[in-house]
């Protein structure tokens, strides 16, 4: 398989920069099998059946994204630099690995000051990355965070517009709970209270996961020969309650349906040892591309996907590559929104 088999062009127009509102008037193109049907997302109830799960993930997106300031006083008086930081993860000696920008105006020692409350000092690098020691820990770091940090919005929307106040509510699941992501699980953003309702009341059953979704997520594809491509390692869990309620759905009949590639990626990491669900911690790396057998996954809701990414040779593996390709061709000459905040699709083989 070649990078390039996962190709396609994409009119930038179609770049969504923000979501739909409310969120679940976005639409949705659902694909099963061979039949396409324009839709919209509060029509879910059209294609779901009583005795049905949705898998949600419930990473919560933190602020992530800091701008703050470097003084340095040397032979031509004191000098001032911008420093724009990204947090990736934090570290189990208390330090965050993060993105710095530009990380050789920052010396080992050196303070970044990004609010009256919140500072870090660099503490060394680690393959390109900054390890920064902040002033603060546990709820006061959490405060400051809040307050002076921004949504670390996908570059291809960060290239067009900076993140405000908006983004802190739409970049951010309706059932987010468990902090520790920088980047949002996005096919769940066009969830919203009345469409949870209508979907329980029509019988479809909920479980929640968690898988911390790291800026890694957004990084490209450089090997032309797909195979051979490393995948960034995030951190997830299916808990005990969560592996028997899919299993219980699996033995009743019901379609186990994961809300995003995130949870699917989990699911198929937590059925890859037994082939079938099972209670699971730890760093997944997995990477779903064609030829992958599902275990779990009998549908899926995604959003649409760049082009030669991981999540554009997962979507194929799910569906095959020449159906992908219809679909997309579909989506595109619809004028569907694409990315984080662009519209959803339901995929089901």
Known sequence: MKLSDFDFDLPEALIATRPANPRSSARLLVADGDTLTDAVVRDLTQWLRPGDRLVLNDTKVIPARLSGTREREGAQGLTRAQIEVTLLEPRADGCWAALVKPLKKLREGETVVFS????????????????????????????ALAEAGAMPLPPYIAARRAADARDKEDYQTVWAERKGAVAAPT??????????????????????????????????????????????????????????????????????????????????????????????EGVTDIFIYPGFTFRVTDALMTNFHLPKSTLMMLVSALMGQER??????????????????????????
């Open 116 to 143: 009256d409350a919140l500072s870090a000092v660099l503490g060394s690098r680690d393959e390109g990355q900054g390890l920064l020691r902040f002033n603060l820990v546990g709820e006061d770091f959490d405060a």
């Open 187 to 280: 096919a769940s953003l066009h969830f919203d209270a009345p469409l949870l309702e209508s979907l329980r009341a029509h019988g479809v059953d909920f479980t929640k996961v968690t898988l911390h979704v790291g800026a890694g997520t957004f990084l490209p594809v450089k090997v032309e020969d797909v195979t051979t491509h490393r995948m960034h390692g995030e951190w997830g869990e299916v808990s005990d309650s969560a592996a028997a309620e899919i299993a219980a759905t699996k033995a009743a009949g019901g379609r186990v349906i994961p809300v995003g590639t995130t949870a699917l990626r989990l699911l198929e990491t937590a059925a890859r040892d037994t082939g079938a669900i099972a209670p699971w």
């Open 324 to 349: 992908m390709k219809r679909i997309y061709d579909h989506a595109i000459a619809e004028r569907y929104r694409f990315f984080s905040y662009g519209d959803s699709s339901l995929l089901i083989p």
